[in-house]
C-alpha cells in the first residue's frame, strides 16, 4: 500500500516534468542542446557578438533563451573571478530586446546586482513596466532598482505613467496668482500670489508626450527631457539593413549554408592531399563502442 500511495505521490510531480520537457521530444532540439559552440564564458575575452534571435508571436522556445542568459551571467562571472582577477579584459553589454518574451531568468534581481563589478553591463527593453512586474513579481523593484539610469520612450499604460509622474520625476514648485475685484457702493481690487507643488509632469501630459521625445534619468541627478537621436544621422547608419535591404539584410541561409553548390573559377583555393590507409586494424575495446546496435541483447553473446 506504502509504493501504491508513493506513486500516486509521484504521478502530479511527474505530469508537470513531463509537460516542461515536452520540447525535448524534437529530435532538432536536442541536438541544439547535445553540444556547445557559444563559448559564453569567452564573451568577455575578447570582441564577439552573440545574437539571440526567436519567434515574438511563438513562446514555446522562450526558455532556451532564458536558460542561455542564467547561464551567460554565471560564466561570466565565475571566469571574471578565476581568470580575470575580478573583472572582465573587455565589457560586456547585454541588450536584451523584448524582455517581456523571454521568460523569466531565475535570480535575475541578484545577478543586475553582482554582475556590474564585473565589467558586464544589462540594458533591459519593455514596453510598459507592468510587463516586469508581471514576470518577476516582488522582485521587479528590485530589478528596477539596480539600474543606474531609465529612458521613457512614451506610451500611454496607466501604471507607468503614475509610477513615472510620481516618483521618477517628483515635483516642482510653481507661482500661482489669484485676483479679486468686488463692486459695490466703494469699489474693491485684492491681488495674491502663494507658490505650491506640482508635477514635473502629470500622467496627462506623458501620455501625450511627442513621438520625437523622451525622458532619461541618471541615477544622482534630476531627470531629462531630451529629444530622440535621430539614427540616420549616426556615421554607421548606411550599413544597417534599412539604409540598403540588398547589401546589409541578414540571411541565416546564406550564414549556415557551407555547400559548395558551384565553383567560382576566379576564386583561388587550398587544395590538401590526405594518406589514408585502406584498411586502419581496429582494436577490440574500439570495435565494441563503434557497434552500432547496442540495444540487441544478443551482441556480445
Known sequence: MSLIRSLMLMRPIL?????????????????IMS??????????????AAFFIISDTDTTYNFIVALAFSQM?????????????????????????EAANTGQVPNLEKLVAVIRSREVSLT????????????YDKNAETILGNMDSVVFLGGREA???????????GKATISMQTEGRSRGQSESYNQNTQRLGRELMTPAELATMPGDRCILQL???????????DLKQHPNYRYTAEADKKK?????????????????????YTVYEADVPDKTPIDE????????????????V
Not at 563559448?39 to 568577455?44: H, I, P, R, S, T
Open 124 to 135: 533591459l527593453f519593455y514596453q510598459q513596466l507592468a510587463q516586469c512586474k508581471a514576470i
Open 219 to 229: 541615477r544622482g541627478l534630476p531627470p531629462f527631457y531630451s529629444r530622440k537621436y
Open 159 to 169: 501604471s507607468t505613467i503614475k509610477e513615472i509622474s510620481e516618483n521618477w520625476l
Open 15 to 31: 505530469i508537470s516534468c513531463g509537460a516542461r520537457l515536452a520540447p525535448f521530444d524534437i529530435p532538432q532540439l536536442r541536438e
Open 285 to 300: 575495446d574500439e570495435d565494441i563502442l563503434n557497434y552500432d546496435d547496442l540495444d540487441d541483447p544478443d551482441a556480445f
Open 35 to 48: 553540444y556547445d559552440e557559444l563559448e559564453l564564458d569567452k564573451l568577455g575575452d575578447r570582441r564577439t
Open 73 to 97: 551571467f554565471n560564466l561570466l562571472c565565475e571566469r571574471a573571478d578565476n581568470v580575470h582577477g575580478g573583472r572582465l579584459p573587455h565589457h560586456v553589454r547585454v541588450l536584451w530586446d
Open 248 to 268: 546589409n539584410a541578414f540571411s541565416l541561409e546564406r550564414l549556415i549554408n557551407r555547400r559548395m553548390k558551384t565553383l567560382n573559377p576566379n576564386e583561388q
